[in-house]
């Protein structure tokens, strides 16, 4: 459903609510008696209107209210959306990254020594493990449905501490170190590959395209 027919809708359920509004206005006027309470009068026509307005009025104000709150909602997720087309290529760009480091580790057979390939891939990935998407839009990701923005924090939020592992892994020396360091790198990179594959799961949804 395009957001012109979702406009419609949500027009269409305030013009509900205004009608229902005016309708219980009119129940109201005709069965409490609170003109003849107070003044000792019967109701006449003008206590019917003024109460189908009082009512009629806060009804729509509620209607109105819930609309445009339903438009803010859905113009952060569009701008959620847009920056999700700037990062999602570099997003999977990096995760490729750091399953190369991943990979290059596990073919370690001795975890205590660096062999020259994982020694090559942590330098290189090392040297460029950041997004470069402004901050702002980063911010905006977080009203991507499906809560998909908080998974993208969290990968964002590791790539420091993976950059300064992988750092620690090319300049250690000694082999507890390089075990310990080693160690530390892989738990990281696979808590961030988690939440990648998180963000790009659902495929099909038709809001993040």
Same mark, same amino acid.
């Given at each position: 459903?395009?957001?012109?027919?979702?406009?419609?809708?949500?027009?269409?359920?305030?013009?509900? !609510?205004?009608?229902?509004?005016?309708?219980? *206005?009119?129940?109201?006027?005709?069965?409490?008696?609170?003109?003849? !309470?107070?003044?000792?009068? @019967?109701?006449?026509?003008?206590?019917?209107?003024?109460?189908?307005?009082?009512?009629?009025?806060?009804?729509?104000?509620?209607?109105?209210?819930? =609309? %445009?709150? =339903?438009?803010?909602?859905?113009?952060? +997720?569009?701008?959620?959306?847009?920056?999700?087309?700037?990062?999602? %290529? +570099?997003?999977?760009?990096? *995760?490729? %990254? !750091? /399953?190369?480091? !991943?990979?290059?580790?596990?073919?370690? @057979?001795?975890?205590?020594?660096?062999?020259?390939?994982?020694?090559?891939?942590?330098?290189?990935?090392?040297?460029?493990?950041?997004? @470069?998407?402004?901050?702002?839009?980063?911010?905006?990701?977080?009203?991507?449905?499906? *809560? /998909?923005?908080?998974?993208?924090? *969290?990968?964002?939020?590791?790539?420091?501490?993976? /950059?300064?592992?992988?750092?620690?892994?090319?300049? #250690?020396?000694?082999?507890? %170190?390089?075990?310990?360091?080693? #160690?530390?790198?892989?738990?990281?990179?696979?808590?961030?590959?988690?939440?990648?594959?998180?963000?790009?799961?659902?495929?099909?949804? @038709?809001?993040?395209?």
């Amino acid at each position: 459903m395009n957001k012109v027919s979702k406009s419609v809708i949500v027009d269409g359920r305030a013009v509900l !609510l205004v009608a229902l509004g005016m309708l219980l *206005g009119v129940v109201v006027a005709y069965i409490w008696p609170w003109k003849t !309470l107070i003044v000792g009068q @019967t109701k006449d026509w003008v206590d019917m209107a003024t109460a189908i307005g009082t009512v009629g009025a806060v009804v729509a104000a509620v209607g109105i209210a819930l =609309r %445009d709150a =339903r438009w803010r909602h859905e113009a952060k +997720e569009s701008e959620a959306i847009i920056a999700w087309g700037l990062v999602s %290529d +570099e997003l999977r760009v990096k *995760g490729d %990254d !750091l /399953r190369e480091v !991943l990979s290059a580790f596990v073919r370690d @057979t001795d975890r205590a020594k660096r062999s020259r390939e994982s020694y090559q891939v942590a330098k290189r990935v090392s040297s460029d493990l950041a997004l @470069t998407i402004p901050h702002e839009m980063l911010i905006k990701l977080a009203s991507l449905p499906g *809560g /998909r923005g908080g998974y993208i924090a *969290g990968v964002v939020g590791l790539f420091p501490s993976i /950059r300064r592992l992988l750092e620690s892994y090319v300049d #250690t020396l000694g082999e507890h %170190d390089v075990y310990v360091v080693r #160690t530390m790198a892989i738990s990281k990179i696979e808590q961030a590959l988690r939440n990648i594959e998180v963000v790009f799961r659902d495929a099909t949804d @038709t809001r993040m395209r």
